[in-house]
Structure formats: C-alpha cells, structure tokens
C-alpha cells in the first residue's frame, strides 16, 4: 500500500509541475520575443530555429520542475512515513548488493 501512496503523490506533483512549468515556459516566451510561443512544430508562422529554441527551453524547464516536484515528494514521503520511499529503498538495496558483489571478487583475487 505504501508504493501506492507514493505513486499517488508523484503523479499529482508530476502534473502540478507540468501546469507550472507551462505557465514559465509561456511567459518567458512571451517576455523574450514579445509574442505567443509556438503551438506546433508545423506553424507556418514561426522558423524553425525558434521552433527548436520553444522545444529545448520548454524541454529544459519542464524537467527541472519535474525533478524539483519529485524530489520535494520524495522527502514529503520520507518526512510522513518515517522510510524512504519503495523505488529507493529497492534501489539502495540493489546498489548495496552490488558493491559486496564487487568487494568480494576483489578480496577473491587477492
């Protein structure tokens, strides 16, 4: 139940981060260039550069708020529940378990 719970908030900060990223991407554009940003990539009304400079800020902002929104839900989780999250903590474990795999190849050829 308690990977249910976090998938649940990473999901809600997910959209929330989308909706805020779209309202930055488009007031950026707006304060940059003065007009509307692109709505597609086939708008005879813009170039293709600017087409690629809307597709990579856009790209660039909505990934950091992305990240940002992720992690503050990660530490929201870890904060409520007292553990980290499922994903990590499975994560973790795996890493850990790689390590002593590799520790003990090294101290077998030694």
Same mark, same amino acid.
């Given at each position: 139940?308690?990977?249910?719970? =976090?998938?649940? %908030? %990473?999901?809600?900060?997910?959209?929330?981060?989308?909706? $805020?990223?779209?309202?930055?991407?488009?007031?950026?554009?707006?304060?940059?260039?003065?007009? #509307?940003?692109?709505?597609?990539?086939?708008?005879?009304?813009? @170039?293709?550069?600017?087409? +690629?400079?809307? $597709?990579? %800020? @856009?790209s660039a902002?909505?990934?950091?708020?992305?990240?940002?929104?992720?992690?503050?839900?990660?530490? =929201? =989780? #870890?904060? #409520?529940?007292?553990? %980290?999250?499922?994903?990590?903590?499975?994560?973790?474990?795996?890493?850990?378990?790689?390590?002593? $795999?590799?520790?003990s190849k090294? @101290?077998?050829? +030694?």
């Amino acid at each position: 139940m308690a990977g249910m719970a =976090y998938k649940v %908030l %990473l999901t809600v900060s997910g959209i929330a981060a989308g909706k $805020a990223a779209k309202k930055v991407t488009t007031s950026t554009w707006k304060t940059a260039t003065g007009g #509307t940003p692109p709505v597609d990539k086939h708008d005879p009304n813009y @170039s293709a550069a600017q087409v +690629a400079v809307f $597709a990579i %800020l @856009s790209s660039a902002i909505a990934g950091g708020f992305r990240a940002y929104a992720q992690r503050k839900a990660s530490d =929201y =989780y #870890t904060k #409520t529940s007292g553990h %980290l999250p499922p994903p990590v903590e499975k994560a973790r474990k795996k890493a850990e378990a790689a390590a002593a $795999a590799k520790g003990s190849k090294k @101290s077998a050829k +030694a």
